[in-house]
């Protein structure tokens, strides 16, 4: 009998449990071990947002996974050994023959803890955001991102276009601003796509301030590292993203802060039967720049490595690899969403391609959705 642990009941994670409990027989074991006991579809928060969903409707219990001979283990991971391929969780030591670290990215509440503003990465500040913008009369909306890098790169930018969009239905000419650290949104996808898409938000109105930084929050006003203020009525951020603490500590993570791959197409790390997908890892790209961490890569990751530890365990199927394939819904709005896919490990450059946007995109955001939730859970 072998057992393959699993670290993380995000994307990356439940499609690898699934992949494996089906490609491998039920003599072997299979563990998902989060300290949540609920796993979020992270797309849809931009929909608790502008009050087309709830919180409930987005949320999946992990322990459903027991009905599918997945053994989920609720509880924070006290110490992780990648060499002995041990897992400390809860002061039980967990030992596999095989390890997938799938964590994502651990992210900051520090501005919303000091009651500054509404963080758009967790339910709890998505809520509290709407009930804001359902009671907003008049003012200035500022959109920030904390710093670099942070999951989802087209997030900021759907936020405020609907945020604008909300905000027009209630008859509210919007006043919003747009603060990112980055030279321009989505800016690994290429120039092209780039442009576009501060076009679209440029063109709604919408304030855009590239390359600007946060210093301090102080009193509704925000002071960049390059000295220029601004005042805001209603704040909605990105929050820090950081590698979590307990795979911080291990050899795993270099410089970067994220876990290094030893071979960007396996998702093998430096230990032998230890594998890394998601938004924990740092998977630099032929231009020097990162994978973006989105939830598609960790699907796509999550079934190659899948595959490939089923094909070691059982000796059947052939080995397959993690291509740099992604694709991206963009919420635009007013029903309307844009939609890019392309490849990110094409050299020299990646090669993306943006569709026109309109209302199918939307719908089949919305499809997706319900695929997803329905599919794995």
Not at 46 to 73: C, P, Y
Not at 223 to 235: A, I, Q, R, W
Not at 317 to 336: A, H, R, V, Y
């Amino acid at each position: 009998m072998k057992t393959i642990i699993i670290l993380g009941g995000g994307v990356g994670g439940i499609v690898t449990a699934n992949d494996l409990r089906k490609k491998i027989g039920r003599e072997h074991k299979i563990i998902v071990v989060d300290r949540e006991q609920k796993h979020l579809f992270a797309s849809s928060l931009l929909w608790v947002m502008n009050g087309t969903r709830k919180q409930k409707t987005i949320s999946r219990q992990l322990d459903t996974l027991n009905k599918k001979g997945i053994e989920f283990v609720n509880g924070n991971i006290e110490k992780f050994d990648p060499a002995n391929k041990e897992v400390t969780v809860n002061g039980k030591v967990l030992k596999g023959d095989y390890i997938v670290v799938a964590l994502g990215a651990e992210i900051s509440d520090s501005l919303e803890i000091n009651n500054k503003g509404y963080n758009i990465y967790t339910p709890e500040g998505s809520e509290g955001l709407y009930k804001a913008l359902s009671q907003f009369k008049s003012g200035k909306v500022v959109v920030m991102v904390s710093s670099l890098p942070f999951k989802c790169p087209a997030a900021p930018y759907e936020a405020v276009l609907l945020i604008n969009s909300l905000l027009l239905k209630k008859g509210i000419t919007p006043d919003i601003e747009l603060y990112s650290p980055e030279v321009g949104p989505m800016g690994v996808a290429g120039k092209k796509l780039s442009a576009m898409l501060r076009g679209i938000v440029e063109a709604k109105g919408i304030k855009y301030f590239p390359e600007y930084q946060v210093a301090t929050i102080e009193n509704k006003s925000i002071k960049f590292n390059n000295e220029v203020s601004t005042t805001y009525d209603l704040l909605a951020y990105i929050p820090k993203h950081q590698c979590p603490k307990v795979i911080k500590d291990t050899e795993l993570v270099d410089e970067s802060g994220w876990v290094k791959i030893a071979n960007s197409n396996t998702l093998e790390t430096k230990f032998a039967g230890v594998f890394a997908i998601g938004d924990i890892t740092n998977i630099p790209l032929v231009q020097g720049k990162p994978l973006p961490k989105a939830g598609v890569f960790a699907h796509y990751q999550a079934q190659t490595v899948a595959n490939n530890i089923a094909v070691e365990i059982t000796g059947k199927g052939t080995l397959k690899q993690f291509t740099g394939d992604g694709m991206c819904f963009i919420e635009l709005g007013d029903g309307k969403a844009g939609f890019a896919k392309g490849n990110f490990y094409a050299e020299p450059l990646p090669t993306i391609k943006m569709f026109m946007p309109g209302f199918h995109w939307h719908l089949g955001k919305i499809l997706f959705e319900k695929m997803f939730l329905s599919k794995w859970f």
